[in-house]
């Protein structure tokens, strides 16, 4: 299911840097579609809890995704300066795009591969496997997210599930 | 220097596979015994541009086949071999293993080498076959030891054929060009000149037979002469040395003006096609001779995708047009109105991009039926009517599937053998016939057959054996057609290769309602069974009934649409604790409340409060409950599956004139899962 390399490969020197919450992470700004403020989501039905609903993304019909919800932080209202990152992650079933709502945009990073530090083990509770490492920018920390790994194995599962449940139905 | 023979490999594929449809179709046409030249012409030219295309492509093993296949067909139109069933079919085979040559080499996989050799070799006795029952042909020069380099004289029949200058080829530069290298005496033959009123100066009626004499060899002559191969018949025979004669001027071909008595020639027997004959045929191949170029699926769609946009765009100005104050607030509503105009006419063009007619999908079964019938031993016409009847691309791809089914139903099941159709008082040949038309906004298409009909008395008792319906039950006669679209049912005595293996007519309904179409079956025991099949021209726009949920807004499609209305109090009952039906027009329905279903918070919770939308799917009845309606409008359809996943009850969504995006309900699944909700 998973690419075997890891979406933030030696030739990817840049990171887009985003605020949840407090901490600061990245992911690979090749990955990165656009950024953009705030609209209404239109609710989907039967959805996960982290999926807010589906925007209108120049034509295409994508999810949007509460990245709070997902890391179990506290509910934020959505404002104005609310942003929503469109990237994409790479499926056996193609390339699937959606947006994460996060609080705020920082920056755009050059960084060395060898600055990548290895994720500590956060026991089995923890489920660090979509943490690709730290890093130390400014003298913060900066998580790098796997959004393969993070988004990716929930997405499918979900469209697999509810594909699989259709397809039973009409056999 | 090196050219990258590549990148015209998918034209290549493309064109053949076109060329082999077209030949399949026209050695169908061929009559035994009687064949139009005309049509073997064309079945000749086919084989030799693909035997041109895949030499230079290197593809040996498609160019070795194919020569013996055009070697074959030379004989066939040179008149030295007639046309038989037999060679009608072994032509028919060849097609298949070029099919198949063709496919392997396209996906890069081995091709089947016996087969192929087995074939070739069959190609190739039928044709020593001819040459031992006809050894009096003349040796073509080709075939004679080359070389002879010694002064030599030959005997060339030129014979162009009609659409010789069309493909820019000129006879009289043809014979110049012989003249600089030997001696030329040309005899012009003009017997097929048609008289002057009936004379179309763009065709070729004219045949030379030239005298050559000189120091040259047939390959040299030949050379001269490829230019215009396939475009002439063209018999080249050495002249046994005679004492030689005084040298005359070499006569420039357009100096013939006389008619010189034409030497019967004995392999060049075709007489020039009728006119109405030859515009038939071209009719035929001119499909894509002009006027029309390749595009690839995706970018269409990308152009669908962007018109989409467009339309939205500009519903987004013409709302924020209508707020506008001012002097300026007049001239800009004008232009609004006129973009709105353009972009309705653009989206239809585009809309038109992506229709294709239907020929592209029954031009299959012409073949099948006759393979079908003869592996039956039944006989078969098929009729078509309605082949240029367009429709949407998606949708034409999808229904192929279940025609093929239908058809073979028909075959399989319907038409009898004929013996049986005789003591029935029926021709022995059985009808197959296959219609298309437009109807409303929807394209209509017919199978039906003469045959025996369903046999309802059949379909009881197999129903019964299966445990479809009780062993007591005696359903009406339109029920007992139903029977065959439930699933496991299969009527055949003996399960065939054709049909019978218990996935029939279920599928068949399946994929036509998934294409948001609906099939009827009619049914007239001895007089034969009609399958009407009734399909939206497009996947891509669906008209919408906009109704509003609270903060949501959804589409009902208009085609599942029965009625609305608001009830009173009294027209509605409560069955259990959610089980909620109300009284219409003699039926008692249930609610789906979509609020509670989508969960969503309502304006209206008491159902007079709000309206009921009467809404049929799998025939079926509900009624949806919504806070109101709010309009109807032709949205396009776009999928939610790309990036999200499939959603229960929802079969997409679309983007309002806002932006905003409202998902589109699926109401046969809405149904589906009520019922199920209920029984669990």
């Known amino acids: 299911m998973h690419s075997p390399t890891p979406s933030l490969d030696a030739t990817a020197r840049q990171i887009l840097t985003f605020v949840l919450g407090g901490q600061t992470y990245g992911i690979d700004i090749l990955r990165v579609q656009e950024i953009r403020g705030w609209s209404t989501v239109t609710k989907i039905p039967h959805a996960p809890a982290h999926v807010l609903g589906v925007l209108n993304l120049r034509g295409s019909i994508v999810p949007i995704l509460d990245l709070r919800r997902r890391f179990a932080l506290e509910h934020a209202e959505y404002t104005a300066v609310t942003v929503i990152i469109v990237t994409s992650i790479v499926t056996a079933s193609g390339r699937r795009d959606f947006g994460v709502v996060v609080d705020g945009v920082s920056d755009v990073v050059d960084i060395d591969a060898a600055q990548i530090k290895p994720a500590p083990e956060l026991g089995a509770h923890g489920g660090a496997d979509y943490i690709l490492g730290l890093l130390c920018i400014d003298e913060r920390m900066v998580v790098l997210l796997d959004f393969d790994r993070l988004i990716g194995a929930e997405l499918v599962q979900t469209a697999d599930t509810t594909d699989s449940a259709a397809s039973v139905d009409a056999a | ?680």
């Open chain 2, 1 to 680: 220097m090196t050219v990258d023979l590549e990148q015209f490999h998918a034209a290549f594929y493309d064109e053949s596979f076109e060329a082999l449809a077209t030949m399949e179709t026209t050695l169908l046409q061929l009559d035994v015994g009687a064949p139009e030249p005309e049509l073997i012409n064309t079945i000749f030219r086919v084989a030799h541009s693909i035997k041109g295309g895949s030499a230079t492509f290197g593809f040996t093993d498609i160019a070795s086949f194919t020569h013996s296949l055009e070697s074959l067909l030379d004989a066939l139109r040179g008149g030295t071999m007639s046309v038989t069933a037999a060679v009608c079919d072994l032509l028919l085979r060849a097609v298949d293993v070029l099919r198949a040559l063709l496919r392997a080499r396209q996906a890069g996989q081995p091709i089947d080498a016996q087969r192929v050799a087995d074939l070739q070799f069959d190609l190739e006795v039928a044709l020593a076959g001819r040459s031992a029952a006809a050894p009096a042909q003349p040796v073509p020069a080709r075939v004679a030891p080359a070389g002879a380099r010694a002064p030599s004289q030959w005997q060339v029949r030129f014979r162009p054929h009609r659409k010789l200058f069309v493909h820019g080829n000129d006879p009289l530069r043809l014979v110049q060009a012989l003249a600089a290298i030997a001696e030329v005496d040309a005899q012009l033959d003009a017997q097929n000149l048609p008289p002057l009123a009936a004379l179309d100066p763009e065709d070729c009626h004219l045949a030379w037979t030239l005298s050559v004499r000189g120091p040259i060899d047939s390959a040299q002559i030949q050379q001269i002469f490829d230019w215009a191969e396939g475009d002439c018949e063209l018999l080249l025979q050495s002249v046994p040395a005679e004492p030689a004669e005084p040298a005359e001027p070499v006569t420039p071909p357009v100096a013939v003006a006389v008619p010189a008595p034409p030497p019967a020639s004995p392999a060049a027997p075709s007489p020039p096609a009728p006119l109405d004959t030859s515009a038939k045929t071209q009719a035929a191949n001119g499909l894509a001779d002009y006027g029309s170029i390749r595009v690839s699926v995706e970018k269409i769609d990308e152009l669908m995708n962007s018109v989409g946009e467009l339309v939205i765009t500009q519903a987004m100005l013409t709302q924020l047009g209508a707020k506008i104050e001012g002097p300026q607030a007049e001239p800009l509503r004008v232009g609004l109105a006129q973009l709105e105009r353009n972009m309705r006419e653009l989206q239809e063009s585009v809309m038109r991009v992506r229709m294709l007619p239907i020929s592209f999908v029954f031009s299959r079964f012409p073949r099948m039926v006759h393979d079908l019938a003869q592996q039956l031993g039944k006989r078969i016409e098929l009729k078509l009517t309605g082949e240029h009847t367009e429709l949407d691309k998606t949708v034409l791809e999808k229904i192929g599937d279940p025609l093929v089914h239908l058809v073979r139903n028909c075959i399989d099941h319907g038409i009898e053998l004929p013996a049986a159709r005789i003591a029935a008082g029926k021709p022995p040949a059985g009808t197959v016939q296959l219609a298309a038309c437009h109807r409303g906004g929807n394209i209509v298409v017919e199978v039906s057959d003469d045959g025996g009909g369903l046999d309802a008395a059949r379909i009881l008792r197999k129903a019964r054996e299966r445990g479809l319906i009780g062993p007591h039950d005696t359903p009406a006669d339109a029920q007992i057609l139903e029977l065959i679209f439930r699933p496991g049912f299969s009527t055949a005595e003996q399960t065939t290769d054709l049909s019978g293996r218990g996935v029939g007519m279920d599928v068949v309904r399946r994929n036509v309602k998934e294409l948001g179409g609906k099939i009827e079956l009619a049914s007239q025991a001895g007089r034969g069974a009609r399958f009407t099949i009734t399909l939206p021209l497009t996947l891509a726009i669906v008209d919408g009934q906009l109704v509003s949920v609270g903060t949501e807004t959804y589409i009902v499609p208009l085609t599942s649409i029965v009625e609305s209305l608001q009830l009173s109090a009294a027209q509605i009952s409560r069955i259990s604790a959610q089980g909620e039906v109300f009284a219409c027009r003699g039926e008692y329905l249930p609610i789906i409340r979509l609020h509670s279903l989508f969960g969503v918070e309502p304006r209206a919770r008491a159902l007079h409060e709000g309206l009921v939308v009467v809404a049929e799917g799998d025939g079926r009845r509900v009624g949806l409950f919504v806070d109101d309606l709010l309009g109807q409008q032709q949205v396009v359809i776009k999928s939610l599956q790309t990036h999200y996943g499939h959603i229960e009850g929802v079969a997409g969504a679309t983007i309002l004139g806002d932006g905003a995006v409202a998902l589109i309900l699926d109401v046969p699944g809405l149904i589906r899962g009520a019922s199920g909700r209920a029984a669990a």
